[in-house]
């Protein structure tokens, strides 16, 4: 083996076949067997390696990256560089055969090893569960919102979408290396949660208490919470709004039906953030 | 003519040739010419529909249903002929010609012809402001959400995306019907605002002042507020943010860079709300 490049200076051409089958592997991680098998997944574009390099740098296995996407993202290389990470320049063909959203820089990193127990020994405050939540822009949208609001953590209930998909991965523009997400059943996710001494607020439609409201004022929320959104088409079914300690519902003034999970869920943990640091 | 039947037993089949000259021009509107040219655009799918019949009866030149989703959507169908309006009943192959999003019901609805004046004549509380949102499924949601928080319009500047495109009319989930939508360049806009006695704030993470803190506490934007929300990718630009009487960040309690355009949308419009109620 010989040593790493100090530079970004020093990087020399290394992968020039798209064919090759290391490149071939490596595009595999695009699908969820090969991810499973391999115990990694595929990071592209600028934002998320910038994010895997200063946030995760123990889990990023390897990056590649073109010429030209090195010299409009040099920090990011040095970076990498610095935290003694593997960096192979490689043909825009090679990168673009490993992902085509990687705008020229992709990192191969390794699946997270957080459970929930370590999860919930960090005692957090604030903590997304999202159930049955299958769309991936829609669950990197709320892991970006869970990050923004300062949630400690993100449980995956039920059939959530896989957290390593390139999809979700963008969409949580990088949050995904700010936080623990961690898989759980939902009444395990609870229990545990409530093991913590962490209450449970179900964000439905058909809650009792209205955010903001007699229940779920600032007072009510201002303690440990974990919040609890379901899926994007039909919400929460009443076997899991019964683990809830309370169901809650935004206040709608208009004549929407409803929000969005996003916009829903985005609304809810900014409500527990404000009410937490009044 | 011959009169329109008054319940949906009493509908027969009128639209059988999806390759019909009307049926042609009919699917002609998902192009924004075609839609421009007519003034008039499609409402795909029951839950569109039934807001546009509910809401906007006036508007609704034609509505055409397949028997399937007739008996689903009877409810939908008896409303619109209970106003009047015109109910064809069409093959599947008919309605697939005209829409592939459709769900077996589409409405032809004419361009609702709202001003900025009608608008600002209302003396709203609270405007959203869409300056050069390009992506139709983000103007659709923060249009669904403007509507849950209560504002009583919406305005988009610049290049902002068209609102009869289909996928911001389906995004918007019916809240199209819900409150107006008008379109005026940004700098006409704001000053029209600052004459009906509104205060604009734009959103951006390089405001002065952050939501909830001070200039921007509950009792700061209790006023009657018009926020302004800029482009999906880069925001608002400097020009764009010196209109505003006042530049707000939402606070970043985690590690994220910034929240999505239609989280961040919610999160300031559910703060008002919550404000001018308070």
């Not at 490049?5 to 090969?34: H, M």
């Not at 545990?192 to 179900?202: N, R, S, Y």
Request: with cysteine; hydrophobic share 50%.
């Amino acid at each position: 083996m010989t040593g790493r490049p100090a530079s970004p200076d020093d990087l020399t051409l290394t992968f020039e076949n798209p064919r090759a089958e290391r490149i071939k592997k490596v595009a595999q991680l695009a699908g969820r067997s090969a991810r499973s098998r391999a115990g990694q997944f595929l990071v592209e574009g600028p934002q998320g390696v910038r994010e895997a390099v200063a946030c995760a740098p123990a889990r990023v296995r390897d990056i590649y990256v073109t010429a030209d996407a090195l010299a409009r993202h040099r920090d990011v290389v040095a970076d990498a560089l610095a935290a003694e990470l593997w960096v192979h320049l490689a043909t825009d063909a090679v990168v673009q055969a490993i992902s085509s959203d990687a705008q020229g820089i992709v990192a191969v990193v390794q699946t997270s090893g957080d459970s929930l127990d370590d999860v919930l020994a960090q005692q957090p405050r604030l903590v997304a569960v999202l159930s049955n939540v299958r769309d991936p822009g829609n669950a990197g949208t709320v892991i970006r919102a869970a990050d923004a609001a300062g949630a400690q953590a993100v449980i995956l209930a039920g059939e959530s979408v896989d957290i390593t998909n390139p999809k979700v991965v963008r969409s949580t523009a990088g949050s995904l290396f700010h936080l623990p997400i961690v898989r759980a059943p939902l009444a395990d996710a609870v229990a545990a949660l409530h093991d913590a001494g962490i209450t449970v607020l179900a964000a439905d439609g058909s809650g009792d208490a209205e955010l903001g409201g007699e229940g779920a004022a600032d007072e009510d929320i201002a303690v440990p919470t974990a919040w609890v959104f379901g899926n994007e088409a039909w919400g929460l079914t009443a076997d899991e709004l019964a683990l809830a300690d309370l169901v809650v519902r935004i206040p709608i003034y208009g004549r929407a039906e409803s929000l969005n999970l996003a916009t829903a869920a985005s609304v809810c943990l900014y409500a527990s953030a404000r009410a937490q640091r009044a």
